[in-house]
């Protein structure tokens, strides 16, 4: 707020794949990615003749700490909770509102709250000195904080703590002895060396630092989900995975309509937005802005819903929304084109849009709001844009390889050596 690579049979390797080549299906002939991991159920195989298959890491208590603060993170967290759970590990969340009572209402077990440093976003747009206020008392509060989280998990005896862009509890794990993963997509740009264009050179070391003040110190793993692999930085030792979906996103079978799915990720000063898209000839579903507000007639405002928001994605002939990792993730996986809206001030939804751009599966507009044209420029090309849906195989590499880079951790073999060599998911 990240050569070969080891980390505990995390399973990434060094081919240079396209970034399209992580979307297509898997030939029949190919084991996919769960298949191959060594260990039972679906996971299962064998270890080849001749070596002994290696022995399961002792069950943990994993602590999975997270920004409080949009969907991507809770959504990324209960997947990664799934799979460790699925193996034996038991797991409790450290969180704030909104993150911690979602993940409460869906069977998360009880929450340790912990405050969360905030961003205030406006019209699209990070409000910098709105956001510097809006977090001056817990900057001041913070010894006092890692103090209260260092009692806590000592109190739950964590084995392990996951940091996802949250950073009072990892720090608090530092102090007690206790291991660290940090895992978060935006370590993608501390990790690696994405494409930046010159006019955003400044934004992205400004970024670049906002993220090393969040990330958790000195981790003794580093796990970076992601659509898209740049090289990575010399001296890196993050271990790159495909996205962390949830079942219900797998649960999803395509079946494109008519209407266009569009989210925004926050909705104050967003009605232009509504405006741009009530002159574009299309049918537009809303998720985000407030449902009792005036719409034209072409736009319906939808009430959140996690269950609604997905049937619509399903269904959607294409997709418009703020460039989140983890929406533009879903869309990919079910092979729906995007056209990605970064919030202004955001500089890792900037690399997000180009990146997927760069991939040929969608569009951006970057640095201004859209114009109906490029709404509807966008959806005349969409239809070639589309890909077929991923396999759920496929679907659960990314949270089985960061349950197996957790694992290396507490087992204490998780520290790979340093490399210079592209990182790239065996997904493909």
Same mark, same amino acid.
């Given at each position: 707020?990240?050569?070969?690579?080891?980390?505990?049979?995390?399973?990434?390797?060094?081919?240079?794949?396209?970034?399209?080549?992580?979307?297509?299906?898997?030939?029949?002939?190919? =084991?996919? =990615?769960?298949? *191959?991991?060594?260990?039972?159920?679906?996971?299962?195989?064998?270890?080849?003749?001749?070596?002994?298959?290696?022995? %399961?890491?002792?069950?943990?208590?994993?602590?999975?700490?997270?920004?409080?603060?949009?969907?991507?993170?809770?959504?990324?967290?209960?997947?990664?909770?799934?799979?460790?759970?699925?193996?034996?590990?038991?797991?409790?969340?450290?969180?704030?509102?909104?993150?911690?009572?979602?993940?409460?209402?869906?069977?998360?077990?009880?929450?340790?709250?912990?405050?969360?440093?905030?961003?205030?976003?406006?019209?699209?747009?990070?409000?910098?000195?709105?956001?510097?206020?809006?977090?001056?008392?817990?900057? @001041?509060?913070?010894?006092? +904080?890692?103090?209260?989280?260092?009692? @806590?998990?000592?109190?739950?005896?964590?084995?392990?703590?996951?940091?996802?862009?949250?950073?009072?509890?990892?720090?608090?794990?530092?102090?007690?002895?206790? %291991?660290?993963?940090?895992?978060?997509?935006?370590?993608?740009?501390?990790?690696?060396?994405?494409?930046?264009?010159?006019?955003?050179?400044?934004?992205?070391?400004?970024?670049?630092?906002? +993220?090393?003040?969040? !990330? %958790?110190?000195?981790?003794?793993?580093?796990?970076?989900?992601?659509?898209?692999?740049?090289?990575?930085?010399?001296?890196?030792?993050?271990?790159?995975?495909?996205? +962390?979906?949830?079942?219900?996103?797998? /649960?999803?079978?395509?079946? =494109?309509?008519?209407?266009?799915?569009?989210?925004?990720?926050?909705?104050?000063? #967003?009605? =232009?937005?509504?405006? $741009?898209?009530?002159?574009?000839?299309?049918?537009?579903?809303?998720?985000?802005?407030?449902?009792?507000?005036?719409?034209?007639?072409?736009?319906?405002?939808?009430?959140?819903?996690?269950?609604?928001?997905? /049937?619509?994605?399903?269904?959607?002939?294409?997709?418009?929304? $703020?460039?989140?990792?983890? &929406?533009?993730?879903?869309?990919?996986?079910?092979?729906?084109?995007? #056209?990605?809206? %970064?919030?202004?001030?955001?500089?890792?939804?900037?690399?997000?849009?180009?990146?997927?751009?760069? !991939?040929?599966?969608?569009?951006?507009?970057?640095?201004?709001?859209?114009?109906?044209?490029?709404?509807?420029?966008? &959806?005349?090309?969409? /239809?070639?844009?589309?890909?077929?849906?991923?396999?759920?195989?496929?679907?659960?590499?990314?949270?089985?390889?960061?349950?197996?880079? +957790?694992?290396?951790?507490?087992?204490?073999?998780?520290?790979?050596?340093? *490399?210079?060599?592209?990182?790239?998911?065996?997904?493909?």
């Amino acid at each position: 707020m990240n050569g070969e690579s080891s980390m505990g049979g995390v399973g990434v390797c060094r081919h240079n794949h396209s970034p399209e080549s992580l979307f297509r299906r898997r030939p029949a002939h190919e =084991p996919s =990615p769960a298949s *191959t991991q060594g260990r039972g159920g679906e996971r299962g195989g064998s270890a080849p003749v001749g070596e002994a298959s290696p022995a %399961p890491p002792a069950l943990a208590l994993v602590v999975y700490a997270l920004c409080g603060h949009g969907r991507g993170h809770s959504s990324r967290a209960a997947a990664v909770a799934e799979a460790l759970r699925a193996r034996g590990h038991r797991v409790r969340f450290a969180a704030d509102a909104p993150a911690a009572d979602r993940l409460a209402q869906e069977g998360g077990g009880p929450v340790h709250r912990v405050p969360a440093l905030r961003q205030v976003l406006r019209g699209n747009r990070v409000r910098y000195l709105a956001t510097a206020r809006a977090n001056l008392d817990l900057t @001041w509060r913070s010894p006092e +904080i890692i103090a209260e989280a260092e009692a @806590w998990l000592a109190s739950v005896e964590a084995d392990v703590v996951v940091s996802d862009h949250e950073p009072f509890v990892a720090r608090a794990a530092r102090r007690l002895g206790v %291991p660290v993963v940090a895992l978060s997509h935006q370590l993608v740009l501390t990790e690696a060396r994405p494409r930046v264009p010159l006019r955003h050179a400044l934004s992205a070391v400004g970024t670049r630092l906002g +993220i090393g003040v969040l !990330a %958790p110190p000195r981790p003794d793993g580093v796990v970076v989900p992601s659509f898209f692999f740049p090289p990575p930085r010399a001296g890196s030792r993050a271990v790159f995975v495909p996205p +962390i979906l949830r079942d219900d996103v797998l /649960a999803v079978r395509p079946e =494109p309509g008519d209407r266009v799915l569009v989210y925004v990720n926050e909705g104050a000063g #967003l009605e =232009p937005l509504v405006r $741009t898209l009530g002159a574009v000839d299309a049918a537009f579903d809303v998720y985000g802005l407030d449902p009792g507000q005036a719409a034209p007639p072409n736009v319906r405002l939808r009430p959140p819903s996690r269950a609604g928001f997905l /049937a619509d994605l399903g269904a959607a002939r294409a997709v418009v929304a $703020t460039a989140g990792f983890t &929406l533009l993730s879903e869309a990919l996986h079910l092979g729906v084109p995007v #056209l990605a809206l %970064p919030n202004r001030g955001f500089f890792e939804q900037v690399v997000n849009a180009l990146a997927l751009r760069d !991939a040929g599966r969608g569009g951006a507009v970057v640095g201004r709001p859209p114009r109906p044209s490029d709404v509807a420029v966008f &959806l005349d090309r969409a /239809a070639g844009l589309r890909r077929p849906a991923q396999t759920a195989a496929e679907g659960r590499a990314g949270r089985e390889r960061a349950a197996d880079a +957790i694992e290396a951790v507490v087992s204490g073999v998780g520290r790979p050596a340093p *490399t210079r060599a592209p990182v790239r998911p065996e997904v493909a």
